[in-house]
Every structure is written in structure tokens, then in C-alpha cells.
């Protein structure tokens, strides 16, 4: 079992496995979007289900060949292209040159064993891709110190629901322990109705899912399929979220909860920029 988790780790490291991952896995975006809209009427958890089966995709190091696949092939770009290395040469070689007749003795060259450029572009590229994934999770980490930072004064309200007078917008934050955190301003109206949304977002594991997607887009930053995938997985938890909390209100409290995630949203910005936050 551990042989096979260091095998899979190790295939994801590999930046030309990644690369044809990445391409497949795009593909299948491209087919979830296409069904987001012949399934614009069903419920928006199977939005979120299809996303799902992108991320399953993306953990994959390695692609099942069938007639019926989008991809004519296994591998998208062949590792025997992304891998060559070239002449290589057991041992020195020498080139006699006798046909110039002004030399009174051979001239021998020396032929040393030679690595491709596609071999040495695959190193400054698994390098680039390596720094980027760095940066992302730098990204990433800061910005949740710095959110952690404004909320370190917070008093609870209640349970697992706290107030603060350093933020504007209500959200949820933590993975193992996941906190509500709501303005000092909001009313009582509108904290009936955030609380509802925010508890709905920590019992469909939101705040699993969302880090997982940015960790997978750190991986395929440079893909910018990925990108639009993952904006619409926010956007898709975020209406699957709202869809399970509405279910069993009345057309009035409906609009009610509607004018209060409006009203909490205005000033969003240091909350939507924190992957790890909602």
C-alpha cells in the first residue's frame, strides 16, 4: 500500500504525467460545462458531483483507453517525445578526417554522449511549473494568516459562531474546526439567515472541497482551463449551498434570505481572495 502511494506521489511530481493530465482533465471540463447546461434544471449538487469527477481525474496519474473516449489516445502528448534524451553512447567516439591532403596526419574528433533540447526545455519547465505551485501555496498561506490576523480578537456568539469589528462580510474559515465569523454590524434579521447559509456550506464539507480545488489548481496553474473550472466550482458550492438552505422556505423568507446574502456581499473582496475562506 505504501509502495503504491509513493508511486502515485511520484507520478504527480512528474511534470510530463502532469501535463497529460492536465490536457485529458480538460477535455472532461469542457464535457461537465456542456452538461451544466443540458442540466441546467436539476438540482445544483450534481453540479458540484461532476466537479467531483474532474478532481478524480486530476488525482489520476494515468488514463484508461477505450474506444469511446474524447481522447484519441492514452497519452495526449507521448512520453517518448517529452522523455528523449537523445544520441546516447557508451563510450567516447573518434571520426577520422583524411580527405584533406594538406594534412600530413588524421584529425580525430571526439564524440561525447549528447542530451536533446526537448530533454533540457523539460527540465526548465518542471522548474517554472515547480515555482508556481510554490508561489500559489505561498499565496494561499498568507493570505489566510492575514484573515486569521484580523479575527484573532474575535468573541464568540455562539457555538462555533464568532463576531468581529475588524471584518465586513460574514464567512466560514478552518479546516478541522470550522468557525463562523460575522460582522459586529449585521443585524439580527440578516444573522438568522448567514448563519443558515454559512451552516450549510460546513455540512456539505464545503470547506474540504474548495481547499482541494485550489491545492489541484496549484498543480495545473499554468492550464487555463483549470482556472475557469475552478471559478465555476466556487460559484457552483455557493449555489448548491444557497439551493439546500431555501429548500424548505416560504417565498417570503426566501427573499429575506436573498436581501441578506446581498446586503453581506457588498464588501467581500479580502474574503473571496482567501481560498481557504467562504
Not at 511530481?13 to 464535457?31: G, K, R
Not at 487555463?224 to 439551493?243: F, G, K, Q
Request: hydrophobic share 50%; proline share 4%; glycine share 2%.
Amino acid at each position: 500500500m505504501a509502495e503504491l502511494f509513493l508511486h502515485w506521489l511520484q507520478s504527480l511530481m512528474d511534470f510530463s504525467t502532469i501535463l497529460n493530465v492536465s490536457i485529458a482533465a480538460s477535455w472532461m471540463v469542457l464535457a461537465v460545462l456542456i452538461l451544466r447546461f443540458v442540466l441546467k434544471k436539476s438540482p445544483k449538487w450534481v453540479y458540484v458531483a461532476l466537479w467531483g469527477l474532474v478532481a478524480i481525474r486530476l488525482l489520476m496519474p494515468f488514463s484508461i483507453e477505450s474506444a469511446f473516449s474524447l481522447i484519441p489516445s492514452v497519452q495526449t502528448i507521448p512520453q517518448e517525445i517529452l522523455r528523449y534524451q537523445g544520441t546516447q553512447l557508451s563510450q567516447p567516439a573518434y571520426v577520422d578526417i583524411i580527405t584533406n591532403p594538406n594534412y600530413f596526419g588524421d584529425i580525430s574528433i571526439q564524440l561525447s554522449q549528447s542530451v536533446d533540447r526537448i530533454q533540457w526545455r523539460m527540465v526548465y519547465m518542471t522548474f517554472i511549473w515547480l515555482c508556481g505551485i510554490a508561489i500559489m501555496l505561498l499565496y494561499a498561506l498568507i493570505s489566510y494568516l492575514l484573515l486569521r490576523r484580523k479575527v484573532a480578537t474575535a468573541v464568540r456568539y455562539k457555538d462555533n459562531i464568532f463576531q468581529s469589528e475588524h471584518i465586513a462580510s460574514p464567512f466560514v474559515l478552518g479546516i478541522i474546526k470550522p468557525r463562523i465569523y460575522l460582522p459586529f454590524k449585521i443585524s439580527e434579521k440578516d444573522a438568522v439567515h448567514v448563519i443558515a447559509h454559512e451552516n450549510a456550506h460546513i455540512l456539505r464539507k464545503d470547506h474540504w472541497w474548495k481547499p482541494l480545488g485550489f491545492i489541484l489548481l496549484s498543480i495545473h496553474w499554468f492550464n487555463p482551463v483549470m482556472w475557469l473550472a475552478y471559478i465555476i466550482l466556487c460559484r457552483d458550492i455557493e449555489l448548491a449551498c444557497d439551493e439546500k438552505v431555501i429548500r424548505d422556505l416560504g417565498n417570503q423568507q426566501k427573499a429575506d434570505y436573498s436581501m441578506a446574502l446581498v446586503t453581506c456581499s457588498v464588501s467581500h473582496r479580502m474574503i473571496a481572495a482567501c481560498p481557504l475562506a467562504f
